[in-house]
């Protein structure tokens, strides 16, 4: 307070003059730092104004009435202007530092930023107040378009129907969505400040943390695949877009993600697949019998023989025939002939390998390809073939059926054109054991 009396007093001590160059000296001082600033001499009500502060204000004189300043403060403002400053002059805050809507040359309202400081006598009473002032319009329209982005951003965010997330470099979540908290079964409360350790299954969490990893080291947006369990206890699948989110001056600050559930639609692509999968092989098979069609016997046998001459490897091919099978639908009726080629299609089946080709060629007629076995071992499979039906029983309303079936042998050579032909070989031998007396195995060569 000493320092204050004796300022005081040189006050008093000074000229006229003197004065007025004091006056000059602070009032290029001020021009010089702080352009819009005042002083408030509280003992003559008066203010004291730079120059750039009159000419924002539209003042013509630089000494005005505190009124004045006051009228040109925002009616909203006023009272809360007041009483900062009041505040300060009862020594509640070291120094004034608020924000108001002052009214420029123009009569418009400009935002700005005052900061200010108080001169006190030995008593503590303010005897001076000095207060500078800065337009901050353009920050307060800038903040304002960033709260109105915010705000749209946010609505956006919350009412979009995938999960939305946002993570900081340390992998903690520091924004949500509903639909996220909701998929998970948690509050938004308890996931802000938790990482996906927290959140999801260990194997689960390890992925995401992997995917955010990779996202970060490549600095560009990518696309992953997860697969948690969600809050109604379902696997989901979800394809998940990551990105790193960088700040203005291009530093790393997090990781954001969208996801989109693919769940249904992966089932829906599967049970597609399964569809497709049926047809073509019901476009393959026989319905009755389970074994190749005519069509697909063709297509798949001329692959092995060409694979056949290809490698030089051998190939032959049975013709078989169930012996007077219409005396089988005549004397039993046609369900229960159907349930013989049934039979008939699985005995074979156990008999024969996996590589080996059986397909119905019409009626009672099949026809069996056998990649890489010689004409020789052919007919040794057909005899088999032909023993093991004999024993084969049918039961149709309480009565067994029994059959026999005649075999016909052909062979695939090198010069062998087509399937076809090596069929007409084996339809030939066919031929010949039937007209042999039936029930048995025969080869033209």
Request: proline letters at 2%; hydrophobic letters at 35%; one cysteine or more.
């Amino acid at each position: 307070m000493k320092n204050n009396s004796s300022s005081t007093k040189r006050i008093e001590d000074m000229s006229k003059a003197d004065l007025l160059e004091e006056v000059e000296r602070l009032n290029f001082f001020i021009k010089a730092t702080m352009e819009h600033a005042y002083e408030w001499n509280l003992d003559k009500d008066e203010l004291f104004i730079s120059e750039k502060l009159a000419y924002f204000m539209g003042c013509n004189e630089q000494f005005i009435k505190l009124n004045t300043m006051q009228e040109s403060i925002h009616p909203d403002h006023i009272e809360s202007h007041r009483d900062n400053i009041v505040a300060h002059f009862k020594g509640r805050t070291n120094r004034v530092t608020m924000e108001f809507q002052l009214q420029d040359r123009e009569n418009k309202y400009r935002w700005v930023a005052e900061n200010g400081i108080s001169l006190r006598d030995d008593t503590g009473r303010t005897i001076r107040y000095v207060g500078t002032i800065r337009d901050i319009t353009g920050q307060k329209d800038a903040e304002d378009q960033m709260l109105e982005s915010s705000a749209r951003l946010l609505a956006i965010t919350e009412s979009a129907s995938t999960p939305i997330t946002l993570k900081d470099n340390e992998g903690r979540y520091i924004m949500v969505n509903d639909i996220f908290c909701k998929n998970r079964g948690v509050t938004r409360a308890k996931t802000i400040g938790k990482t996906v350790h927290d959140l999801y299954t260990s194997d689960v969490a390890a992925t995401i943390a992997v995917q955010d990893k990779a996202t970060v080291e490549s600095g560009r947006a990518m696309q992953f695949e997860i697969n948690p369990i969600e809050s109604d206890g379902q696997l989901h699948t979800l394809i998940s877009e990551r990105f790193p989110i960088f700040s203005a001056n291009g530093k790393l600050t997090g990781v954001g993600g969208i996801s989109i559930d693919i769940t249904e639609r992966k089932k829906q692509d599967a049970a597609l697949r399964a569809s497709e999968r049926e047809m073509r092989l019901l476009a393959n098979i026989d319905s009755l019998t389970g074994a190749k069609n005519r069509r697909s016997f063709f297509a798949t046998g001329n692959q092995e023989l060409a694979r056949s001459k290809r490698y030089k490897r051998p190939l032959s091919i049975l013709m078989m025939d169930i012996d007077r099978f219409k005396i089988v639908n005549d004397d039993f009726g046609h369900a229960a002939g159907d349930a013989v080629l049934k039979n008939l299609v699985n005995a074979c089946r156990e008999m024969l390998r996996e590589q080996d080709i059986l397909g119905r060629l019409g009626g009672e007629e099949f026809g069996i390809i056998l990649p890489e076995i010689s004409i020789n071992t052919a007919y040794s499979i057909a005899e088999r073939l032909r023993l093991q039906l004999m024993k084969l029983e049918t039961v149709s309303e309480d009565k067994v059926i029994r059959f026999t079936v005649s075999i016909g042998l052909g062979k695939c050579e090198k010069d062998t054109p087509t399937l076809e032909d090596a069929l007409s070989q084996a339809d030939r031998a066919l031929y010949k054991a039937k007209q042999e007396g039936r029930n048995r195995v025969c080869q033209e060569f």
